[in-house]
């Protein structure tokens, strides 16, 4: 069975940093593409950032520059480093994973291409 909880959702002010962490278990992780979305109240669920199985990591333009994606095929983690956070990144940010196809910004930017999700994780970021 296939399971990926994330953790480290939190309140923190603007400007602020906060690390989310994936962890998956049930599939082969290092062959599995890994990413982040998330979803504001009222709003579609939308990439974030992704890492190919490769560790080829892919970014929405909102976050690039300010989110870092990484992952640990030891620990089978997906990690997502935010830094100067600001009040519209508040959502709750969910872990998705998938596999079997190219990895691209194309692919692996589209929601509807992953297999698995965790429950999500509630950022709030204050102003």
């Known amino acids: 069975q296939v399971q990926l909880v994330e953790s480290g959702g939190r309140l923190v002010q603007a400007g602020g940093s906060l690390r989310l962490s994936c962890a998956a278990s049930g599939r082969t992780f290092s062959t599995r593409h890994m990413a982040w979305f998330r979803q504001a109240p009222g709003k579609e669920r939308e990439f974030v950032a992704a890492i190919s199985f490769r560790a080829n990591t892919y970014y929405a333009d909102s976050v690039k520059g300010r989110f870092t994606i990484s992952r640990d095929n030891e620990k089978n983690t997906a990690d997502l480093q935010m830094s100067s956070l600001k009040p519209e990144d508040t959502a709750v940010y969910y872990c998705?994973?998938?596999?079997?196809?190219?990895?691209?910004?194309?692919?692996?930017?589209?929601?509807?291409?992953?297999?698995?999700w965790g429950q999500g994780t509630q950022v709030t970021v204050s102003s």
């Open positions: 998705a994973d998938a596999g079997g196809f190219l990895g691209t910004y194309s692919t692996l930017s589209n929601r509807n291409l992953y297999d698995d």
